[in-house]
């Protein structure tokens, strides 16, 4: 909201209700609505290289930001993988992958080649796997594979199995091993159906007992396990979850704070980044067991809700090395979690109204949310929500908020403050005129800041008061016209008094003011267009002093920093990379950060002055947010409130803690594919002579917000420049090489704006043909000077006949094209005649001679007439809006004719990025080829390509009509009056660029020009 809406605008019994009350995590989802091959998810992993890779119950699947790359089995295909129900994955040293499926086995995937190894159970092999029902996988502190199935444990040595079950092993309850997990020391443990949990102690297997598990059989279906530190959290199957100590096996047992059923199934367990551990259950949703809890708090699915979890029912957890938590669903797909929660009136919980104007999180984590025209809340911890509005508070539009002495809290609003002590409920206010001493000079308070522990400044939209809040005493301080040291102006929205005791004082067309605890009346600092240190505009919306004692000034124009050498301002603003120059509200983390929000999104900036801005689509409240409505908590966390709720966040989390790197995920030629699984590891490919054309298409592994992301590509060796490529066009293809070395570059851009310093290098080298060898030159110059010597002068008469004859047929080639272009002058020419003129002759018989209205109609049909003439002569949209809106309304027109096929546009944009000569000489290529296609293809489709990437442009024109037989020079087309292809060859000759034409009898024909660079295009003038 603006500011200067905000005041413009302006002119609580308390309501308690019962709610559970979580943290508002939000999700994104994906589904096979978005490529993943089954909503059916059992394990998650993120490998070396920082792809995802999903278990389902049909096949396994690659993330690649945009998509999915699916692995499934192939009856045909040996080398696939043995089965489509995948349920484990483990990524070992050498970046292989090894996958357990439910009824095929074992499988190993070679990622250079591509190739699936199996390994299956085989009754005559006591080496064997121990059952093709693979259940989990774990690599031993020593790097030994362990597998657990439906009948019993097995160690891969790397040639054969080593079986582990009750028969070998009595102290082995169940053959039927659910999980496994290894801890800190390298052990591994297991969690078996009905048999308990147990430890491998140097291939020493022993038991653990649970608490109670004797007398409670569900404690020994243990389904999931998490090492941490120094334990092993252990989930059952409706005992609920377990810390087992590593070193002594002690256990303490956490039980559900609301136990859905009580049979609920713990299906797996993580550690958030922030400390939390989560559990995932069959049914109950997400638990969360925060840091000294005893129970176990679920946060449910919610109908509606786009933005909760997708079902109850979880298979898998796993947060990934940038703090995203995914989960996998038993028929509900993937979810990964936004750093950012999110409040409004549709969360849960939810608040009265989504304009949050204010915002503290107090030393309980009770987050107060001011609304404007709601009053205030109060989110607690214990499953509280409170509400407070008028007449407990003086007004239900909140305005701002700050914490008061004690555990007390300051409410600023549109009709006086308040000072609310949470503990009792009670209420002190002052209002304007209601005091003794005067009371407050207006009921509009914007802000509020301590100055010592009895004594506050109050901004009022009046003026600014100093209240003694022990004695009631209030002092008003305003702008005296007389006085060029008083305040500057009385309509103060911000205040602050720093270390030093300066007092800061913010107005709205005032600027800043600035009163030295020394010294009487204030210091004005006022924009000056003349001065580039001055204040960049003069409503300042807040004042903040950061941790090394610098002040930060918040303005409508931009942020400023205050030299206080020079008494000078140092201007941030968007053309430094701020989002937006309306800056609300400044707030510092612990890394010494400065976090903003703006009127189109938030923006973070470090102490080396990088800026990093995120916006709605990383998940905010919205783009635009609140004055007032920003706070740091106790936490660490930050809170920012806009029109559309307000966003909680820890830094670290909504940073990422590494850069995000690009990856290739797809690399062909005309008769080479590589193996997707392959392009992770590639550093160096060889292109043979007959390649054609090299393919490639890459990504970026920040998964958080993919469509966001940003890249530049670059060719050493072909390119001097880097080209930029968006979230949508993240491929590329290079033709004709020369023989020599490249190396490919990709970079990316992350969510929040800012390049990674990670780079993806491919060497490549191309292999020239013979041809263009040194031994082929050499041995071609030797023959060229015994053929020389021989054939010379025959050579030379025989070269000048060329010569004169193309020359002659260059001048043919002119002159005809000039002819045609006189009749068709001559034909344009007899339009006007025959049609508008004598429309108009027509007009003129009808003024003269009728009254009967049939006037307007016929000059409107001459209008129209001379407009479509006009049309073709020039496209009237062709100048200010470019190539590909010419082309469109050139199609659309063309659609409306009984005789016209069916026409396909793919189109990109070019706006005004291509010359308007190279502009208007595609477009005649496009018009002249679609009338030939109208003339001549007799054809039921034809599709119009438009390709614009940086300075370079394609444009094609494909039928599937009759086609014809191209001739071997266009003079040929000439001698036969047929100009349309010879005047469009000359079009693109002018320009300097390539033509092709391919057709052929009953084939159809596709025309092609190619502009390498439009910028240095020859000009041509119609």
């Keep these: 909201m603006m500011i200067r809406d905000a005041v413009i605008a302006l002119f609580l019994v308390a309501c308690v209700s019962q709610s559970a009350f979580a943290r508002q995590a939000q999700y994104r989802h994906l589904s096979v609505d978005d490529g993943l091959s089954q909503n059916t998810v059992y394990d998650i992993l993120e490998d070396e290289h920082g792809f995802l890779w999903f278990a389902t119950q049909d096949g396994l699947n690659r993330y690649t930001g945009y998509g999915f790359d699916v692995f499934n089995h192939d009856p045909s295909d040996s080398t696939s993988i043995s089965n489509g129900w995948v349920t484990s994955i483990l990524e070992d040293v050498d970046g292989d992958l090894w996958i357990g499926t439910h009824g095929g086995g074992l499988n190993h995937l070679d990622r250079a080649t591509g190739v699936f190894h199996h390994f299956k159970y085989s009754d005559a092999d006591s080496l064997s796997l121990p059952d093709d029902i693979v259940t989990d996988l774990e690599f031993d502190g020593d790097g030994h594979l362990w597998v657990s199935t439906y009948s019993g444990l097995a160690r891969w040595s790397g040639t054969d199995f080593t079986r582990y079950s009750i028969a070998s092993h009595a102290v082995l309850e169940s053959d039927r091993i659910m999980v496994l997990e290894t801890d800190a020391k390298g052990q591994v443990w297991l969690g078996t159906d009905t ?10 297997i022993e038991r653990v007992v649970l608490p109670e598990a004797r007398q409670n059989p569900d404690l020994n279906i243990v389904l999931s396990l998490f090492a941490n530190e120094d334990v092993i959290w252990a989930g059952t199957a409706g005992g609920g979850v377990f810390e087992v100590s590593i070193q002594d096996q002690t256990s303490t047992r956490f039980a559900l704070a609301q136990p859905i059923t009580t049979d609920v199934r713990i299906l797996s367990i993580t550690r958030e980044a922030g400390g939390d551990l989560l559990i995932g259950s069959d049914g109950a949703g997400l638990g969360r067991l925060q840091s000294g809890q005893r129970t176990i708090q679920y946060e449910k699915a919610r109908v509606g809700d786009a933005t ?24 509900g797909g993937i979810d990964y979690s936004i750093p950012f929660e999110f409040y409004n009136t549709g969360s849960f919980p939810s608040i009265r109204d989504n304009h949050v104007t204010g915002l503290l999180e107090d030393d309980v984590g009770a987050i107060w949310v001011g609304t404007d025209g709601g009053g205030l809340e109060r989110l607690g911890p214990g499953n509280t929500y409170t509400s407070y509005v008028t007449p407990q508070i003086t007004h239900d539009r909140i305005l701002g908020l700050a914490a008061g002495p004690g555990s007390q809290l300051w409410v600023a609003t549109g009709g006086g403050l308040n000072l609310l002590n949470p503990r009792t409920g009670g209420v002190r206010k002052w209002q304007q005129g209601r005091e003794a001493s005067g009371g407050l000079i207006d009921n509009r308070v914007f802000a509020v800041a301590a100055s010592g522990e009895d004594v506050v400044w109050v901004a009022t939209w009046g003026g600014l008061n100093y209240l003694n809040h022990v004695t009631g005493l209030v002092e008003h301080i305003r702008d005296d016209a007389a006085s060029d040291s008083s305040l500057s102006n009385n309509r103060v929205i911000s205040v602050l008094e720093d270390s030093q005791q300066r007092l800061w004082v913010g107005t709205l067309g005032g600027g800043l003011n600035l009163k030295h605890a020394d010294r009487d009346g204030f210091i004005r600092f006022r924009y000056d267009p003349q001065d580039e240190t001055s204040l960049t505009g003069d409503i300042v919306a807040d004042v903040m002093e950061s941790s090394d004692g610098t002040i930060w000034i918040a303005t409508a124009d931009g942020l400023n920093r205050y030299d206080e050498d020079t008494s000078s301002f140092e201007r941030i603003t968007r053309d430094d990379g701020l989002p937006n120059n309306t800056v609300y509200g400044i707030v510092e983390d612990d890394a010494g950060r400065l976090w903003m929000s703006t009127n189109n999104g938030m923006a973070v900036m470090e102490q080396d002055r990088t800026i990093r801005s995120f916006y709605a689509s990383a998940g905010l409240q919205s783009n635009e947010f609140n004055q007032g409505a920003f706070a740091f908590a106790p936490s660490g966390a930050l809170l920012f409130g806009g029109i559309n709720g307000f966003n909680r966040f820890r830094p670290d989390q909504v940073l990422r803690q590494n850069e995000p790197r690009a990856a290739l995920t797809s690399m062909s030629t005309s008769d080479s594919t ?35 992301a940003g890249f530049e590509i670059k060719l050493e060796g072909a390119d001097e420049n880097w080209h930029f490529r968006t979230a949508g066009q993240r491929f590329t293809s290079y033709s004709r090489l020369k023989g020599g070395e490249y190396t490919f570059k990709v970079r990316t851009r992350g969510s929040d704006g800012t390049w990674s310093a990670n780079v993806f290098e491919l060497g490549i080298t191309v292999v020239p043909p013979f041809s263009e060898t040194r031994l082929f030159q050499l041995l071609l110059v030797f023959g060229a000077i015994l053929l020389l010597g021989g054939i010379g002068y025959g050579w030379h008469l025989s070269r000048l006949a060329v010569l004169e004859r193309k020359q002659e047929e260059q001048r043919e080639v002119h002159r005809r094209l000039m002819d045609s272009r006189e009749a068709e002058r001559l034909h344009m020419a007899r339009d006007l005649h025959d049609g508008a003129v004598q429309d108009l002759y027509g007009i003129r018989f009808s003024i003269q001679s009728s009254k009967d209205g049939e006037t307007d109609n016929m000059v409107q049909g001459v209008i129209s007439e001379l407009r479509r003439i006009c049309s073709e002569l020039r496209p009237p949209v062709l100048a200010p809006f470019g190539l590909e809106r010419a082309i469109r309304a050139h199609a659309d027109l063309l659609v409306e004719r009984d005789d016209s096929p069916t026409i396909q546009l793919d189109l990109d944009e070019d706006g005004q990025s291509i010359p308007e000569h190279v502009r208007l000489a595609l477009y005649r290529v496009y018009q002249e080829s679609m009338a030939n296609v109208l003339k001549h293809a007799n054809a039921a489709s034809t599709r119009v390509r438009l390709r614009v990437v940086g300075p370079e442009v394609e444009l094609e024109i494909e039928d599937d009509g009759s086609g014809f037989s191209p001739p071997s020079t266009w003079i040929e087309l000439g001698r036969k009056d047929h100009f349309g292809l010879l005047g469009l060859s000359e079009r693109v000759a002018a320009l300097g660029a390539i033509l092709q034409v391919h057709s052929s009898p009953g084939n159809g024909t596709r025309i092609t020009v190619r502009v390498h660079n439009v910028h240095q295009a020859s000009s041509h003038h119609d």
């Design 195 to 204: 048999g308990g949990l147990y430890r491998v102690t140097d291939e020493h």
């Design 308 to 331: 909760s979890i997708s079902t109850n029912a979880i298979n898998k957890l796993m947060t990934d090395s940038h703090g995203a938590l995914w989960i996998g669903h038993a028929r």
């Design 674 to 708: 590589w193996p997707v699984s392959s392009l992770a590891d590639l550093k160096h490919i060889e292109l043979r002579p007959g390649y054609s054309s090299l393919d490639l298409e890459f990504t970026s592994d920040d998964w958080r917000s993919p469509q966001t």
